[in-house]
């Protein structure tokens, strides 16, 4: 996409523009300025863009050895409301102490199809690997 089409899309109410990183590094490899500084480069340059600062942030690689507790703060603290990782699953009460640590549901390669979505959005999948993980 191009920025015309970026500044598109933002102008749609039901649809928002979040932050990702400049160079697309895995923040827990950076140093905490570096990792603050993508974040924060990623989101002024869209602001310049679309003419209002993003205020969700999206982990460019959200798996935990990608990102962690030290990141999430990180974020919080320069002043994203909330930001998705890469672990697999769907939001619920517990992630209210967390906004910027949440999961995400994936819509790519394999899962494009609507039945899958479908399943995806009813949360069984996860509910079942959150069983599977948490009994072993």
Request: proline share 5%; net charge neutral; aromatic share 6%.
């Amino acid at each position: 996409m191009d920025w015309n089409e970026i500044r598109t899309i933002a102008r749609d109410p039901l649809c928002s523009i979040g932050a990702h990183t400049v160079h697309h590094f895995a923040l827990a490899r950076l140093d905490p300025g570096e990792a603050v500084q993508e974040a924060v480069a990623s989101r002024d340059r869209i602001a310049a863009e679309i003419g209002r600062k993003p205020t969700t942030f999206a982990y460019p690689y959200g798996d935990a050895s990608s990102c962690g507790p030290r990141d999430f703060r990180l974020i919080a603290d320069a002043g994203f409301a909330a930001a998705v990782t890469t672990r697999k699953g769907l939001l619920d009460a517990r992630h209210a102490g967390s906004l910027t640590a949440l999961p995400r549901l994936s819509l790519n390669g394999a899962c494009q199809e609507l039945r899958h979505v479908e399943t995806l959005l009813s949360g069984v999948p996860f509910s079942l690997w959150n069983l599977v993980t948490s009994s072993g």
